[in-house]
């Protein structure tokens, strides 16, 4: 009891104050007088707007929380997005990829670009088909648009192939038009030419370049891209630069040709070169 005696008393300052404070509240509430009514409407104002400004303090972490929450559903929502144009787009071109192997009468295996160079002298592209999918060396590459290139090299689940930008690339090719011949090959730096073409020949920028059935690598009459560029190279020949059909850049999925070179047409012509 002591001790509690001596706490009132150190506090007895604060417990008269909150006595009087508290008779003073009581007189000026119970009062009906003009100037304690307008005291009495201001400190309900005061005490008001203090709160109103206390409440508002959450509503700050409350709005902060929301929009972390805005911030997070926008990129949940942005990246849905992207999805849905990405599947529509793979959409599309596996659409064009089945029409295009409904439309022709050869085999082909279908497969998937996982990794491809573009930027070297001999460049390739590598797909997720190999010979356990029945894919082998000298198989033609191709998409809807034309020739892509040939499998150079094989695994099991794998293949590489070189593409037309290639300088190990060499491909008997023709005018459609007209019927011209010429060796497609690339130049190392950013053009496919096409040479052994006269300077007399019938050749105009828009004609379409196509396998020629000369070539035992590939079937005939597989678009290969169009003349975009005709000159004089020398005075017996003519430079034409070809724009491939495929667009290399963009190549995602390609189909492989089940064609392989006829055995006994190569080894003639093999024989043939040795003797000479």
């Not at 920028?205 to 690598?217: K, Q, R, V």
Request: aromatic share 8%; net charge positive.
């Amino acid at each position: 009891m002591k001790r509690i005696g001596l706490v009132i008393l150190d506090l007895k300052e604060y417990i008269i104050l909150t006595v009087l404070i508290i008779f003073s509240l009581y007189f000026i509430f119970s009062n009906d007088n003009s100037q304690i009514r307008f005291l009495r409407a201001v400190a309900i104002g005061t005490f008001g707007t203090v709160q109103s400004g206390l409440t508002a303090i959450p509503n700050v972490f409350e709005l902060q929380q929301e929009n972390k929450l805005l911030r997070e559903t926008n990129i949940k929502l942005a990246n849905e997005i992207s999805n849905l144009k990405e599947s529509k787009l793979e959409n599309i071109r596996l659409t064009k990829l089945l029409n295009f192997r409904e439309e022709n009468k050869l085999s082909f295996v279908s497969g998937r670009i996982v990794n491809k160079s573009l930027v070297q002298t001999r460049n390739t592209i590598t797909i997720n088909a190999g010979e356990a999918d029945s894919v082998f060396i000298n198989m033609p590459v191709v998409t809807v648009e034309g020739l892509a290139g040939r499998i150079v090299s094989t695994g099991r689940n794998y293949s590489i192939a070189n593409i037309l930008y290639n300088k190990d690339m060499r491909i008997t090719v023709k005018s459609q038009r007209t019927r011209i011949d010429g060796i497609l090959m690339y130049d190392g730096l950013q053009n496919l030419i096409m040479t052994n073409v006269l300077k007399s020949a019938d050749l105009t920028a828009g004609d379409l370049i196509i396998t020629s059935e000369y070539s035992n690598l590939f079937p005939p009459g597989i678009p290969v891209g169009t003349v975009t560029e005709t000159g004089n190279l020398d005075n017996l020949f003519k430079k034409v630069v070809i724009t491939p059909a495929v667009n290399f850049q963009t190549l995602e999925e390609v189909f492989i040709l089940k064609h392989l070179p006829d055995k006994d047409r190569a080894d003639l012509e093999n024989s043939y070169q040795k003797k000479k």
